[in-house]
């Protein structure tokens, strides 16, 4: 998401139309691919996922930028034979040393000064901001260009997936027999997504994430980029490898505590946090996961054992519709975009980009934690 945010940044501030794709997984043909045994939608709609001047939507009364537009309406009207077709490398390589977003952002709007009306990336080229910034601070070289463009400033979830907060908000949120009756007359929107006061809201990776955080112990990783704002209380330091490509046993502790903790280590943290000035008030938790059920109602079972919680759900405890279920991940944003205080994975990228959006509503800095 923040690639295709910082891309639509990028040509709003050439005063060029963004063009946009589906979401898609692979382009074979098939309406469905194979993830891990479970059948996926080979394309999901932006329009499913996002809105605002990203996704085709409008600008701000007087701003004169171009809208974006969808690739169909580009081929129509920017033929093959009208495109200047570059490598992304042309500009800016995401292997140079000290290169920051912003610099790479500026690097491109003075390029396209000098480009025809239709340019196309060549698609077997290097992304334009690349992983290598998105993993690094380098990210942050971009942030107040980024943070006052309408590109965030307009920015809202799909319809979609604020009906599904909103017939969900019940399961993590404060209920009264007048909300309810209110429910029954109209359908509350969950725009603009004020902070619900009393939510603690958990990123918790499962699965096969365990060997991506060693692999990030192995290569001395970072937190992704826009964990690592200067402000934030949380700050990770990798501790000392053991030569190139490998980690100390200590150093993979250090890795899973904060990338792969356990249940003990969870409930620990979130009584730390809990004990805070920002933590104070705290009274339901909701714990974004892709841990199976089991292992889930014991984490529920051990959060709740430390009292003092009035409800404590999961993302597996959402009730959604078809649609919704291939959009979910994007539901758990939205929780924890509203949530009091977000304990996130400084890994994951999923965590930064709820964190990206809090810090562009400046959010206290201290209610954005890390495991």
């Known amino acids: 998401m923040q690639e295709h945010l910082l891309n639509a940044h990028l040509a709003y501030m050439s005063n060029r139309a963004m063009v946009f794709d589906n979401y898609t997984w692979n382009r074979n043909g098939s ?12 394309r999901i709609p932006l329009a499913a996922l996002i809105r605002g001047p990203a996704a085709g939507g409008p600008f701000p009364p007087g701003d004169p930028a171009p809208r974006a537009v969808v690739k169909e309406y580009f081929d129509q009207v920017c ?4 495109r200047h077709v570059m490598m992304s490398d042309e500009v800016t390589s995401a292997w140079e040393e000290g290169i920051h977003a912003g610099m790479v952002l500026d690097a491109w709007v003075e390029k396209l000064k000098h480009l025809p009306r239709c340019v196309e990336i060549n698609e077997a080229s290097a992304q334009i901001f690349s992983i290598w910034v998105f993993g690094s601070k380098r990210a942050l070289g971009i942030w107040q260009s980024l943070k006052n463009s309408p590109i965030l400033t307009e920015f809202r979830w799909s319809q979609l997936i604020e009906d599904a907060f909103t017939a969900n908000r019940h399961l993590f949120s404060p209920t009264s027999w007048l909300s309810w009756l209110s429910s029954l007359v109209y359908t509350p929107s969950a725009y603009p997504y004020d902070v619900i006061p009393g939510l603690l809201v958990l990123h918790v990776r499962r699965g096969d994430f365990e060997g991506h955080c060693l692999h990030f112990a192995r290569w001395s990783s970072q937190w992704n980029g826009f964990n690592q704002f200067p402000e934030l209380p949380d700050q990770f330091v ?3 490898s053991a030569g190139w490509g490998e980690a100390t046993e200590e150093g993979k502790k250090i890795y899973l505590r904060h990338c792969f903790p356990d249940i003990e280590q969870m409930v620990e943290r979130v009584q730390e946090i809990r004990n805070t000035p920002a933590g104070q008030g705290l009274k339901y938790i909701y714990i974004m996961t892709n841990g199976k059920k089991p292992w889930v109602q014991a984490l529920k ?7 003092g ?4 759900v999961s993302s597996r405890d959402l009730t959604l519709n078809w649609e919704q279920q291939y959009v979910a991940q994007s539901v758990d944003m939205l929780i924890g975009e509203r949530a009091q205080v977000l304990i996130g994975n400084g890994f994951s990228s999923l965590t930064s980009n709820i964190v990206m959006m809090r810090m562009a509503r400046d959010l206290p800095p ?3 934690r890390f495991w």
Do not use: V
């Open 309 to 312: 919680w009035q409800k404590i």
């Open 301 to 307: 079972d051990a959060l709740g054992k430390t009292g």
């Open 79 to 82: 033929p093959p034979s009208e």
């Open 238 to 240: 990798p501790p000392p």
């Open 31 to 42: 309406d469905y691919s194979d993830f891990n045994g479970h059948l996926i939608p080979s």
């Open 366 to 368: 201290d209610t954005n």
